[in-house]
Nanobody, 116 residues
Framework: QVQLVESGGGLVQPGGSLRLSCAAS????????MGWYRQAPGKQRELVAS???????NYADSVKGRFTISRDNAKNTVYLQMNSLKPEDTAVYYC??????????WGQGTPVTVSS
């Protein structure tokens, strides 16, 4: 069965950094693009970063220059390095296939709170 397990979130001060990890199992990870998504309370889930199976990346304007997505196909893992965090980055962060997420495999995500 497909499993996507996010980890690495927490409470950080503005300007701080976190690295999120997403461990995938049950899929042929290397052939799929992957994305990091986030959802703030009361708001729609949004894509913040994506990476193709070949390693090309793209970012939402709000995080360009601050976040870096990467993948390690040997470990079936995608990462999101988040630097210079801002309060508006506060959300629950999820990983899933990109561009077409697996609808049954949105997990609980990992919460990120940026606050003084």
């Amino acid at each position: 069965q497909v499993q996507l397990v996010e980890s690495g979130g927490g409470l950080v001060q503005p300007g701080g950094s976190l690295r999120l990890s997403c461990a995938a199992s049950g899929i042929i990870f290397r052939i799929y693009g992957m994305g990091w998504y986030r959802q703030a309370p009361g708001k729609q889930r949004e894509l913040v970063a994506s990476i193709t199976r070949g390693g090309s990346t793209n970012y939402a304007d709000s995080v360009k220059g601050r976040f870096t997505i990467s993948r390690d196909n040997a470990k079936n893992t995608v990462y999101l390095q988040m630097n210079s965090l801002k309060p508006e980055d506060t959300a629950v962060y999820y990983c899933n296939r990109w561009p077409n997420g697996l609808p049954d495999y949105w997990g609980q995500g990992t919460p990120v709170t940026v606050s003084s």
